[in-house]
């Protein structure tokens, strides 16, 4: 008996041994894999940051570059609370007008022999503000959509001259290079044909700066500037002042609040003589006073007004922009940079006769009033027709109106 429960204890005790071993073995194999997964874990997580530090060194040099550009850009931007702004407008590209002689036309004719078409251009302008209030505008660039013709008018030249007045039943002949008949004598009517130049017209109906007539087959509405009439006998008045009105008469209605929007009644000599003038030294107006003369007779705006405005803003065309830029006007500057805004021309003809088709388009006439080439004014800066008027909207010198009348008077007690 004590032999067989000598040996069951042994084999208890056996039994307790393995069991041990086991939960040993297993307790040390679970170690080694705890110490290989952390070994793992520890040394590839940092092998992987170490490697994304690495990869991300350099570029956080670049980043901190760009980004030190951006906040210096902001902050110039942003200086004093100033900000930039841009906008694109198109607007309307107006023709320029060419003068040429013709010593083949009585003196003091004119005639269109090209009509001028207006063109489009998209205008972007910079606006700079500071606390929301706009302290600076400037016109950045320019492209032409769509290009103008220019408006070609000949001038006559000839030592006779000829008070001919067109009259219905009369013969007349097209001198434009094209001439639109219309079905209405309006611009904005519809087409219904072109006549070449020399075409001859027949006169049915005279209905101010259109005429109604007939060619071949074809009966509607022309522009009467851009037609002649033929005439055989030379006049012999070679002065041209057969109509002339005196100094009195001329200054009778000279004061502040003038209409514009009529011409001075001013002869082409008498224009001639007021701008002669010792004070134009470089001899600009002197040499282009017939151009004032003729936008009197092409868009009923007063002469003298516009040659005012030009001494006024040209000093007597002795300004940069009016020397370099064939500008006596200014046209087209602004404030904050004014040399860089402002039109060239070729010459001064183009600046005078644009201008005076500016002030009569927009300005002096009210919206709907029939203009020249059978428009109509836009009106857009319509304050009434006096300097005042146009003072509103021109100029930002609230002095402006004074000192263009200034040299209105002047002018007008040269005659």
């Known amino acids: 008996m004590k032999a067989k429960e000598k040996t069951k204890k042994v084999s208890k005790i056996h039994i307790k041994v393995t069991l041990k071993s086991i939960i040993i073995f297993f307790s040390f194999i679970i170690s080694v894999l705890y110490v290989f997964i952390f070994y793992n874990y520890y040394f590839v997580r940092s092998s992987v940051f170490a490697t994304e530090t690495s990869s991300y060194v350099e570029p956080t040099k670049i980043s901190q570059a760009q980004a030190a550009n951006i906040e210096?850009?902001?902050?110039?931007?942003?200086?004093?609370?100033?900000k930039e702004e841009?906008?694109?407008?198109?607007?309307?590209?107006?023709?320029?007008?060419?003068?040429?002689?013709?010593?083949?036309?009585?003196?003091?004719?004119?005639?269109?022999?090209?009509?001028?078409?207006?063109?489009k251009q998209e205008i972007t302008t910079k606006r700079t503000y500071k606390q929301d209030e706009m302290?600076?505008?400037?016109?950045?660039?320019?492209?032409?959509?769509?290009?103008?013709?220019?408006?070609?008018?000949?001038?006559?030249?000839?030592?006779?001259?000829?008070?001919?007045?067109?009259?219905?039943?009369?013969?007349?002949?097209?001198?434009?290079?094209?001439?639109?008949?219309?079905?209405?004598?309006?611009?904005?009517?519809?087409?219904?044909?072109?006549?070449?130049?020399?075409?001859?017209?027949?006169?049915?109906?005279?209905?101010?700066?259109?005429?109604k007539i007939s060619s071949d087959s074809t009966i509607g509405y022309v522009k009467a500037e851009s037609t002649t009439y033929i005439d055989n006998t030379p006049k012999t008045d070679t002065t041209g002042n057969k109509n002339a009105k005196s100094k009195e008469q001329l200054i009778s209605n000279?004061?502040?609040?003038?209409?514009?929007?009529?011409?001075?009644?001013?002869?082409?000599?008498?224009?001639?003589k007021v701008l002669s003038d010792s004070k134009d030294t470089n001899k600009i107006f002197e040499n282009n006073a017939q151009y004032f003369y003729y936008i009197e007779q092409q868009y009923n705006i007063n002469g003298i007004f516009v040659a005012s405005v030009g001494i006024h803003e040209s000093a007597w065309g002795t300004s940069t922009i009016a020397r370099n830029k064939n500008n006596l006007f200014g046209y087209g500057a602004n404030d904050s940079n004014?040399?860089?805004?402002?039109?060239?021309?070729?010459?001064?003809?183009?600046?005078?006769?644009?201008?005076?088709?500016?002030?009569?388009k927009y300005y002096i006439n009210p919206k709907g009033t029939s203009i020249y080439g059978g428009e109509t004014a836009a009106?857009?800066?319509?304050?009434?027709?006096?300097?005042?008027?146009?003072n509103t909207r021109y100029a930002s010198d609230k002095n402006w109106a004074n000192g263009v009348y200034t040299y209105m008077k002047y002018l007008y007690n040269k005659l």
Not at 94 to 105: D, H, I, M, P
Not at 172 to 182: A, E, G, I, K, P
Request: aromatic share 10%.
């Open 379 to 390: 009106g857009t800066y319509y304050n009434g027709p006096t300097l005042s008027g146009i």
């Open 135 to 211: 302290i600076a505008e400037e016109q950045v660039s320019a492209k032409i959509t769509k290009a103008s013709v220019d408006k070609i008018v000949e001038v006559g030249t000839a030592s006779y001259t000829s008070n001919y007045k067109a009259k219905v039943g009369d013969i007349l002949y097209v001198t434009s290079d094209r001439l639109s008949v219309m079905v209405e004598p309006s611009e904005n009517s519809q087409k219904i044909a072109t006549l070449s130049k020399q075409a001859k017209l027949k006169l049915l109906e005279i209905q101010g700066e259109w005429y």
């Open 86 to 119: 841009y906008s694109v407008e198109e607007t309307t590209l107006e023709y320029l007008t060419k003068y040429r002689n013709n010593a083949s036309l009585p003196k003091g004719t004119m005639q269109v022999i090209q009509e001028g078409r207006e063109g």
């Open 254 to 272: 000279l004061s502040f609040d003038m209409p514009l929007n009529k011409p001075s009644g001013l002869t082409l000599e008498q224009f001639k």
């Open 338 to 360: 004014p040399y860089n805004g402002a039109y060239s021309f070729s010459d001064y003809s183009e600046s005078i006769d644009l201008v005076a088709r500016v002030f009569v």
């Open 72 to 82: 210096e850009i902001i902050n110039q931007n942003s200086k004093e609370g100033q």
